[in-house]
């Protein structure tokens, strides 16, 4: 599981060198799109890597730094030819929007688009993809906006050199082990899970807040989290204007954290008023010291 923010700024001011919100998680050969703004199919192919392998975005909220790269996007899923269902998750007007400019653009998706609509206060499982269950939470922001929390089942890993041991290193019936907890082998021996499974390992998971201020509700999605992503789009000095344009400082984001037990915070979705977001992780390291800055196009683990 890694993930890679492709925009780091908030705002749909253009900027040279910064790029507004999506991010995208690796999960096996998938990638799951968070957020989709203007440059993302740019900032994808920066990345190196192909919106073929997404099948499911998740969208946080309508404003414009958050969804005005998938009308491109999606056009060019279509001129790729593309079959591969595609599921977008989004709060209620999204669909609306993209089937109208589908329409006025003379595209005729040839993939099925399934649309998920996220309604006023909705909280619960959205989708399971490889291994790992998709839940959502409402947030406070000035239009609807929703967290996301992707969750690795937890799984048994087995351990490679209890296989040599045994001389099983090679035996294709480790999946019915895996599957069924034990099998007997032709010399009469028989084989647990236990007897190859590795030590237990914490199952990840993986936060992406959309904007929002300061609210239980991202603590409470955010519970023991590996990795949050959550944005900071002020500077603590100005508390009071974040709270009425309904986003957080790095500091509020940096108690979330703390409240929330998370291992690790990175913080994006900074004004595009600080020229560096230097001051702004300091600030948060005071509350919660495992704070890290997201950078574009950086590949980071969970
Ligand atoms: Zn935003
Ligand atoms: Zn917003």
Redo the contacts with the bound molecule.
């Keep these: 599981m890694e993930f890679c923010v492709l925009g780091t700024k908030a705002g749909g001011v253009p900027l040279v060198k910064k790029h507004s919100s999506a991010t995208f998680l690796r999960l096996g050969a998938e990638l799951v799109l968070f957020d989709c703004a203007e440059h993302t199919q740019v900032q994808l192919l920066r990345a190196g890597v192909s919106w073929a392998h997404i099948n499911h975005i998740f969208i946080s ?1 309508l ?1 414009g ?2 969804i005005l790269g998938l009308p491109p996007l999606l056009s060019t899923m279509n001129g790729d030819r593309r079959t591969a269902p595609l599921h977008i998750y989004a709060p209620k007007g999204l669909e609306e929007y993209l089937r109208l400019g589908m329409r006025i653009m003379d595209v005729q998706p040839n993939f099925d688009l399934h649309f998920t609509t996220l309604e006023e206060g909705f909280s619960g499982e959205l989708a399971q993809i490889r291994g790992c269950t998709v839940h959502t939470r409402m947030l406070e ?3 609807t ?1 929703f967290g996301f929390r992707v969750q690795e089942e937890e799984q048994a890993h087995i351990d490679t050199e209890k296989l040599r041991v045994l001389g099983l290193e090679s035996d294709k019936r480790i999946g019915i082990i895996k599957r069924e907890g034990s099998i007997t082998l032709e010399d009469g021996r028989t084989i647990s899970l236990a007897d190859i499974a590795a030590p237990p390992r914490k199952p990840r998971s993986f936060v992406y807040c ?2 929002t201020r300061v609210c239980d509700a991202v603590v409470e999605l955010a519970k023991n989290a590996t990795v949050m992503l959550h944005e900071a789009t002020f500077d603590a000095s100005m508390t009071e204007k974040a709270g009425e344009r ?2 957080c400082t790095s500091h509020q984001a940096a108690e979330h954290a703390a409240k929330a037990g998370v291992e690790r915070l990175f913080l994006t979705h900074f004004s595009v008023r600080y020229k560096s977001a230097t001051p702004l992780i300091r600030e948060a390291r005071k509350v919660f010291p495992e704070t890290f800055m997201a950078k574009e196009l950086k590949l980071e683990k969970v």
């Design positions: 909220h404003h730094d958050h922001h000035r239009i906006s959309g904007d309904y986003h």
